[in-house]
């Protein structure tokens, strides 16, 4: 599979930035899409959570304590398409951030340790 972020770029902290990923070449069947970031000398670190699968998960979100209420992930299965709308942006949010798929089903909460597959990431630069 492959993901290509974009939407990624500099913005005044308060500001809005809305990322966009598609995915193409799948061979498996997702079961959720997110997005992880990694800051200068910081590991990655989990953001967000959407849920591609069926049942009572189906369309389910979760998200990192730092971005809630902030930060909005959806998706667009026609298009094999996840977003990240950001808003409210600190200059803690400062990082590349990534795209990421998951083939294999976890509780939501638990893609907070990782996902199977990340594409290159979109810088996001929020000034003070």
């Known amino acids: 599979v492959q993901l290509q972020a974009s939407g990624g770029g500099l913005v005044q902290a308060g500001g809005s930035l809305r990322l966009s990923c598609a995915a193409s070449?799948?061979?498996?069947?997702?079961?959720?899409m997110g997005w992880f970031r990694q800051a200068p000398g910081k590991e990655r670190e989990f953001v967000a959570v959407?849920?591609?699968?069926?049942?009572?998960?189906?369309?389910?979100?979760y998200y990192a304590d730092p971005v809630k209420g902030r930060f909005t992930i959806s998706r667009d299965n026609a298009k094999n398409a996840v977003y990240l709308q950001m808003r409210s942006l600190k200059p803690e949010d400062t990082a590349v951030y990534y795209c990421?798929?998951?083939?294999?089903?976890?509780?939501?909460?638990?893609?907070?340790?990782?996902?199977?597959?990340y594409g290159k990431g979109t810088q996001v630069t929020v000034s003070s």
């Open positions: 070449g799948r061979t498996f069947s997702t079961n959720a």
């Open positions: 990421a798929e998951a083939s294999s089903w976890l509780p939501l909460d638990q893609y907070y340790y990782g996902m199977d597959y």
């Open positions: 959407i849920s591609w699968s069926g049942g009572s998960t189906y369309g389910s979100t």
